[in-house]
């Protein structure tokens, strides 16, 4: 089975307490029947616990399942026991950035608003540098790692498997020099070359827009599987939050197609990022 191990996690969190309300019990009646605490299937269902095969096979013998999805489940657990390629970096990666990797990575689609940097799925390595220089306390080798990691994740854009991809990013962003002329000729070059991947949009939202159904930067991510929810992350600077429910996913989507309404066309868009790569080129 395909996926990332984060993405195999969540998937079975989501079918654990599926499993549950059907049943129409709740933690502390499933936690009392198998001798357990009610925390502890709590912690299976919302992922931040570790669920062993053997847990699985108590749950389902409880829940009297069928054989088929009794190894299905037990073989979610094993692969969201296994490490991700970006963990190996160490601390190239915030724990709370882990999460999205996987679930990135797993994506058949996404949805993102930048409205102050151009996305990271975009970026050249020495932009990437340059944001982690001014943007955190990093050694230069956790800087190096940091980079390594955004330059694989971009991979993604031009595998088979593809997610389809749309960018939204706000004028200043395309405008902001980080690092120097150079550096942002560069960076836009690679925009460009970028959005020739067939699987890749990007829109411009201009400055004379006036208001926009958005305050801040926001990336929505879709899943192949009808299973798995769609998903809502936004991050700060030391943390991030995820957005499942369908109030916030519906609100979401309802912005960002607000924002495609006010951005320019993506061939607009080109037009208005080859004009600024112009005046970088004296």
């Not at 089975?1 to 933690?27: D, F, H, V, Y």
């Not at 912690?43 to 069928?66: H, K, N």
């Not at 991979?155 to 960018?167: H, K």
């Amino acid at each position: 089975m395909a996926g990332s191990p984060t993405a195999r996690r969540r998937r079975l969190s989501i079918e654990l307490k599926k499993l549950r309300e059907l049943s129409a019990l709740t933690c502390a009646q499933v936690g009392d029947a198998l001798d357990w605490s009610g925390s502890k299937v709590n912690r299976m269902e919302t992922g931040s616990g570790r669920v062993q095969p053997s847990d699985i096979e108590a749950l389902c013998r409880f829940y009297d399942t069928s054989d088929e999805l009794r190894e299905f489940l037990k073989s979610l657990a094993r692969q969201a026991k296994t490490r991700g390629w970006w963990q190996v970096h160490g601390a190239g990666v915030p724990e709370w950035f882990n999460i999205y990797i996987g679930l990135e990575q797993d994506a058949s689609t996404l949805r993102q608003y930048q409205c102050e940097l151009l996305p990271g799925l975009m970026q050249t390595a020495a932009y990437a540098s340059e944001l982690c220089k001014t943007g955190a306390h990093m050694s230069p080798q956790a800087i190096d790692r940091a980079v390594r990691v955004r330059m694989e994740r971009q991979t993604i854009l031009t595998q088979p498997s593809a997610p389809d991809a749309w960018f939204i990013v706000n004028e200043a962003a395309v405008r902001n020099v980080i690092g120097d002329r150079a550096l942002m000729r560069e960076q836009l070059e690679r925009i460009l070359e970028s959005v020739e991947l067939s699987s890749v949009t990007l829109q411009v939202l201009p400055f004379d827009s006036d208001t926009y159904p958005a305050t801040g930067s926001f990336t929505m991510l879709g899943f192949p599987d009808p299973g798995d929810p769609d998903i809502v992350y936004r991050d700060g600077i030391t943390d991030a939050i995820y957005l499942e429910g369908e109030h916030h996913v519906r609100e979401y989507t309802r912005a960002f197609d607000g924002l495609m309404a006010a951005a320019l066309s993506p061939q607009r868009s080109s037009q208005l990022i080859k004009s600024i790569l112009k005046g970088y080129a004296n």
